[in-house]
């Protein structure tokens, strides 16, 4: 077939489907909402311009948690924020309501057949065999490694203070975290060293630097046009195309795939007999069994799911641990203050080392984090449709444009659903009426309990929930408590100049950055000085 033919039949496709959509959908017109900006892009370069949450904030506040907004080319979406709503999407119904079209080209560039963006009956399966390896005995087995990555990461800092002219040194926080979250995700998932932190040139690894934004910050017009695209096109099309569309994003994400492909083979030949979670996928790859077993592609998949899932998320949300601490000189005092007595305590016992049931027994620490993980959401959005026509219920209701009052949405079946996180965690009838200010102490003070409960972990939807919830969540946790622990107890944070330039950039996940320097990918530059030591 010539590529003009093609072309044209390709065009032709789309626009049928656009018409047959528009002609057969129960209608969202009535639901309020935000004008839309250009009938090629909708709303969603009005997303992007802001910082993170600010128009969710705008949006929850002016439409009452629920707003009809457009994609591209004049297609009506959702924008969700409703608790009600939000529960019954990720809670009451299985796998109703599944991942869009282009979330799972997302997931396919970035994860392959792995579970991000694997259909129901495959993701049953898989994370059925998956969800051991991620179970309390095993991460708080892993603590250690989380702490020795932590003290790697301490040593050279420690080095940079050092060797810097006064007693605070100008660090990008950001990318140092970047290269330690990978190299801890590496060695405690994959027993595979990379050792970036110690400066080892490692491809697969390397590949993980400042990947969603050298991916999906910033996009263009034309390209938020191609990725709702996505919707219209069968999956060999657009496999095809990802492989062979030309542009820096692409071929960055070509090369990753290349180059973690490789070192998985390697890895899963060496698992006989182990332990850690690629041994216990690998020896699901031998399972005779068709309901126990994973292919070999798809334990290759695994790797990348988990190292993109695992790596700039905790990044983020470290790296927003650090401004807070930073910004809030009595947080970090109190922080702390606190480690200095688990310090004693560790210490009274004769030593050992901090263990996984410290950090549980450490209030402070964890109400800090929890605060934390509701102002800085790491995924700010979930996309989502429904796979029949459905009705979402309101906590709230609503008065539609002509003027009549609904507690209940009729939807149509593939209408994209934009589930907001940051309009859920910052909802002041959740949350209360400094809903929008950082305070950890909320999560020392008993708490009304105001609608559903929606969020996985303190009620925050930012590890999501239901069957597609985050599967690494509990080692997230400890992850940053550890490395939490191990930096505030060694440094002092404080802020630099450039933080006025920055900027939670919504780059598929949430990336710090500086205005002016976004091409510079992740940035917060902190002053960190040594901390002052208790004597023995
Ligand atoms: C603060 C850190 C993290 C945050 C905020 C976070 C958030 C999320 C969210 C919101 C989802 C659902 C995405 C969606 O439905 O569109 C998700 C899924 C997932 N996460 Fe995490 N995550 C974090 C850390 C981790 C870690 C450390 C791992 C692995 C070591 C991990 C592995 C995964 C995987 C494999 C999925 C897909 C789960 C499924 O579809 O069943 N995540 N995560």
Redesign the pocket.
Known sequence: MTVPLALIILVSTIVLRVLYKRWSRISVADIPGPESVSFWIGNLQQMRQQEVGTMDAKWGEEYRKIARVKVALGMDALWVSNPQALHYILHKSGYTFE?TAE?KVLSKLLGDD???G?NPET?KRQ?KLMDPAFGAPVIKALFPTFVQYAEILSFKWCKLVESSPGPACAINVASHLNVATVDT?CEA?FDYYTGCLEDADNEPAKSYMNLMAGVASRPSDARLVFDNLAEFLTEPVVTWLCRVLPGEAFAKLRRNKQEVHKVAEEIIETKVGKRDVMSMFAQASTSPEPSTRMSRYEVISQMR??MF??SE??TS?MSCALLELARHPEYQDRLRAEIRVVENSIRARGGGGLIAADADAMPYLQAFLKEV?RVH???PY??RRPVRDEVLPLSTPITTRSGKVISEVPIRKTLRLILSVPGYNMDKDVWGEDAHEFNPERFLRPTEKNGPNVGLWANTL???AGA??????K??LY??QAFLFVLVSRFQFALTEDISRLRREYAGSLVPMLEGEVEKGAQLPLGVSLAEQQQD
């Open positions: 991942k979330r792995g579970l991000d694997a993701h994370r995700v998932s799911s988990i899932a695992g998320t905790t949300t993980v959401p790491a995924v979930m996309y930012t590890l999501s597609r919830s985050c599967i690494g969540w080692f997230a992850e940053m």
